[in-house]
T-cell receptor
Framework: ETGVTQTPRHLVMGMTNKKSLKCEQH?????MYWYKQSAKKPLELMFV???????ENNSVPSRFSPECPNSSHLFLHLHTLQPEDSALYLC????????????FGPGTRLTVL | SQELEQSPQSLIVQEGKNLTINCTSS?????LYWYKQKYGEGLIFLMM?????EEKSHEKITAKLDEKKQQSSLHITASQPSHAGIYLC?????????FGAGTRLTVKP
């Protein structure tokens, strides 16, 4: 039990759908992250929130929209995705500041048809 | 950006054998993390190294960071099937967090 949960665990969506991924951490952390993991590519950092403020956006397409309503919850809103967006999306949290020890959720396996 | 190269990409060892995985950075590392991932699942934190020459051990896994803080190794002694998975190194840059591509470890019983 990592203390970071993600829902759903699996998601299949069409290119015209709108869906959201949810992440919740029960560790009292202040920083939360979204990563994308595609086959045969390194883990890619997408977004970082520190104390609910977005501090990183690594040139992610606007069809991915993050939301952090409080330090325990993080969402990734998806709309008009492309098949190449199919990947494992991982959420992580850490105590605070930036990039110290991160605890990861189990991931959401996304397939875009 | 800070690039991390891991080697080997994949490794198959017989149970009981020792093995080493390497992680090399193009820039000085402010912090180096080792994680383990089972296929399709989240990452499990193993160890963090910050000081040049630092070495940490947990059970049969030892991680080292060289004096120049640009290379780290992960050594597993007497490997077991439970060690199988993907090992990733991750690094704090000054304004960035990057991961290596991972090393897939298979341990044959």
């Amino acid at each position: 039990e990592t203390g970071v949960t993600q829902t759903p665990r699996h998601l299949v969506m069409g290119m015209t759908n709108k869906k959201s991924l949810k992440c919740e951490q029960h560790l009292g952390h202040n920083a939360m992250y979204w990563y994308k993991q595609s086959a045969k590519k390194p883990l890619e950092l997408m977004f970082v929130y520190n104390f609910k403020e977005q501090t990183e956006n690594n040139s992610v397409p606007s069809r991915f929209s993050p939301e952090c309503p409080n330090s325990s919850h993080l969402f990734l809103h998806l709309h008009t995705l492309q098949p190449e967006d199919s990947a494992l999306y991982l959420c992580a949290s850490s105590r605070g500041g930036t990039y110290n020890e991160q605890f990861f959720g189990p991931g959401t396996r996304l397939t875009v048809l | 950006s800070q690039e991390l190269e891991q080697s080997p990409q994949s490794l198959i060892v017989q149970e009981g054998k020792n093995l080493t995985i390497n992680c090399t950075s193009s820039k000085t590392l402010y912090g180096l993390y080792w994680y383990k991932q089972k296929y399709g699942e989240g990452l499990i934190f193993l160890m963090m190294l910050q000081k040049g020459g630092e070495e940490k051990s947990h059970e049969k896994i030892t991680a080292k960071l060289d004096e120049k803080k640009q290379q780290s190794s992960l050594h597993i002694t007497a490997s077991q099937p439970s060690h199988a998975g993907i090992y990733l190194c991750g690094a704090d840059g000054r304004n960035d967090m990057r991961f290596g591509a991972g090393t897939r470890l298979t341990v044959k019983p």
